[in-house]
């Protein structure tokens, strides 16, 4: 009874410590560490001291508008920190991205452009994470995923943006190939419907109204990504609309939209165009407020 009662008691133990081994395993880079890595990175960059080209990338670093040169060190409420586990250059070990934005010292909201960060790859090797790759990226992004027969990971990246009344969009899609970041779509697409509807309701004096079909808008969006073939590998899904003039009446703006799909595939690490369904035409209006 007693020898059942110590396999019994060894069991647990065991357990207890397996869970415990697990639990560290599945950490993430902790942000005390990021933080270390980042005020390495940037004092041996604005020190020119030499930094490994296969690792940090270096190229319009001044896109992200970190306060560094003017301190010692970036502390850590200067910075904000998103990660995002998955697999992004094999599938041998875990991997984590690691997004670094300055935090509240640079405007990320729809009105004042695209926010940039930094973009830190660590990979967990010898039971620990190893910073594998550097690079500055756009400030908002999320994983999604290709192939279903694999675990690897892309990125997807969708900002709006305002720029003097003109609204945009960054559609973007990347994924690592040969352990380098590497585009496989971008647009950055526009309309300017309700910032012309706007100025023609204030009777803007210095407008000079478009002429009937012209193009007041062109955007471009993720609109799906499912396997629509069966073969396990997920198409990906372009939703395209162009904006254009009709007229302008006393009770509003009349314009039409132009709307249509495109299905991509991924081929030998591109993004392929397969299919380009017709247009849909569809007649719409932004009505006037009667004050």
């Known amino acids: 009874m007693s020898e059942l009662k110590f396999l019994m008691v060894l069991f647990i133990v065991c357990l207890k410590a397996s869970m415990v081994v697990g639990q560290n395993n599945n950490d993430l880079p902790s942000e005390s560490r990021i933080h270390k890595d980042l005020n390495i990175f940037f004092r041996k960059y604005y020190s020119k001291q030499f930094l490994d080209p296969k690792v940090y990338q270096t190229?319009?670093?001044?896109?992200?508008?970190?306060?560094?040169e003017s301190e010692d060190t970036l502390r850590p409420d200067?910075?904000?920190i998103q990660k995002f586990?998955?697999?992004f250059m094999?599938?041998?070990s875990r991997e984590c991205l690691a997004l670094i934005f300055p935090a509240n010292s640079y405007p990320t909201g729809p009105i004042w452009g695209i926010p940039y960060a930094m973009l830190f790859v660590y990979k967990y090797q010898n039971n620990k994470w190893a910073l594998k790759y550097v690079e500055n990226f756009y400030g908002r992004l999320e994983l999604i995923s290709f192939n279903k027969n694999n675990k690897l990971n892309q990125i997807h990246v969708n900002i709006d943006y305002c720029n003097q009344g003109l609204c945009q969009w960054l559609t973007v899609i990347a994924h690592f190939q040969n352990y380098k970041l590497n585009t496989l779509f971008y647009d950055n697409s526009y309309n300017d419907l309700m910032s012309l509807a706007s100025r023609i309701e204030a009777k803007d004096e210095y407008l000079t109204n478009p002429l009937?079909?012209?193009?007041?808008?062109?955007?471009?969006?993720?609109d799906d990504i499912k396997d629509l073939n069966g073969d396990n590998i997920n198409e990906i899904v372009m939703k395209e609309e162009i904006t254009l003039f009709n007229t302008v009446r006393k009770d509003g703006?009349?314009?039409?939209?132009?709307?249509?799909?495109?299905?991509?595939?991924?081929?030998n690490g591109k993004l392929k165009?397969?299919?380009a369904f017709p247009y849909i035409k569809e007649e719409l209006s932004y009505q006037f407020s009667n004050e």
């Open 85 to 87: 586990p998955g697999y």
């Open 90 to 92: 094999d599938t041998l």
């Open 59 to 68: 190229k319009d670093l001044e896109m992200v508008s970190f306060d560094y």
């Open 212 to 222: 009937r079909g012209d193009t007041l808008g062109k955007e471009v969006h993720l």
């Open 273 to 275: 165009l397969t299919e």
């Open 78 to 80: 200067q910075i904000s």
């Open 253 to 267: 703006l009349y314009y039409e939209t132009l709307t249509r799909r495109k299905v991509y595939q991924y081929i």
